[in-house]
């Protein structure tokens, strides 16, 4: 139970620092989506970095549901295991595009760091895509691999 309790304080530390830096990025000009400027980018992730720790805060479970989750795997596995997968990922990406590499890859690593359903996985997955898709291709005009699958 101990651990619960850290994780907790480090997710709800995270949660102030971003609320820091939301707070920090005013001092710059934020701009438009459009037209972004200096501040846009530190405001947007710490609001992304706020709901997300938040989120971790609320749903943090004890250590002995959180291994069982993840299949028994130790924290050593599913490190190698992650860093095996993301080499993978940067080998396909040119080949299929960041959409779909970036979406299959998301899936595996959520499900490896023990999210459990599929559902969630798979509706997190296209949703963070399609996000990070409009936001650099689109508003930025960022140039992302398209691979197989072309817009």
Known sequence: ??????????????AVIALLFMIISFSYEIGTIGSPQGGFFPFVASIIIFILSLYLFISTKPATEQTSQTGGMTGLKRICLFIIV???YAVFLERLGFLLSTFIYM????????QPGWRFAVLFSLISVIFCWICFQKWLGVPLPTGIVSF
């Open 86 to 88: 993301t080499l993978i």
């Open 107 to 114: 899936i595996f690593l959520l499900k490896v760091m023990g």
């Open 1 to 14: 139970m101990l651990g619960k309790q850290k994780e907790r304080i480090f997710f709800a530390v995270i």
